[in-house]
């Protein structure tokens, strides 16, 4: 065997390695798939994209959880860099599930909505919430692969640390493109089908709005990650007739 180099710190190495491991259960990556985790996240993000209302449907369930749940997910939250105590607390958490009747309902309506009894579907789930918040996951607050109710303290966390940004103090092109993304269309239809043609804007502007000054303006990385936090300041981007009728509205307007 290869011997490693002398400046190769295990103590870096193997917790990332144990980090890449869980990542791979799950989101049902093949073992024996040569992957890093900048692949994963490319993969992440792009699967986000066109899965735009699933970003929207976790972060309004995330939001709108049972008030004890929250409490739970804020003190496991204390303990992100103290594996026992975040275990512990991640036990109450599974018991709150069982024993309190808000809780129980909270989950079997998200296990139903997602069809969670498909394995396919959790591994979906869990890469939606790595495409937003990358950076909380290590290897003690790992995605759980089956019950992956259980992350959904990981998505609260990350959206408790963003902007409060009103979707009206936008200007009405930026408006335009949050509404359309929250009504099903994504990036690429925006950018190349011409969903805005003949508007005062064109589409290399487009794209600098979508990929720069959006995700500026929220101080995120991706256009994803803008559309979560939009998801959160506004909620009725969440639900789809009411963000269809905003939308409408705005293009009504922009016509007179």
Known sequence: ??????????????PQYDKLINLKKALKINDNEEINELLILERAREHNLKEIYLIGYLVDMVMNAPKELKEKHNLLM?????PKDYLKVLQQIKKLYKSNPKCKKYACNIFNDLDLAYWRNCAITNLAIYGLCPELITKTVSLEPK???????????????????NLNTLNIIEQKIILYLANGYNPDELINERVMEGKTVDNERIRTILYEILPARCNVQSICQVMAV??????????????????????KNEGL
């Open 230 to 251: 939009m998801f959160m300041n506004n909620p009725d981007l969440c639900d789809i007739e009411k963000s269809f009728n905003m939308l409408e509205n705005l293009l």
């Open 78 to 82: 204390n303990y992100y860099n103290s």
């Open 1 to 14: 065997m290869k011997k490693l180099p002398d400046n190769i710190s295990l103590e870096k190495i193997l």
């Open 147 to 165: 019950n992956v109710i259980l992350n959904f303290h990981i998505l609260q966390k990350w959206l408790n640390k963003q902007r409060k940004i």
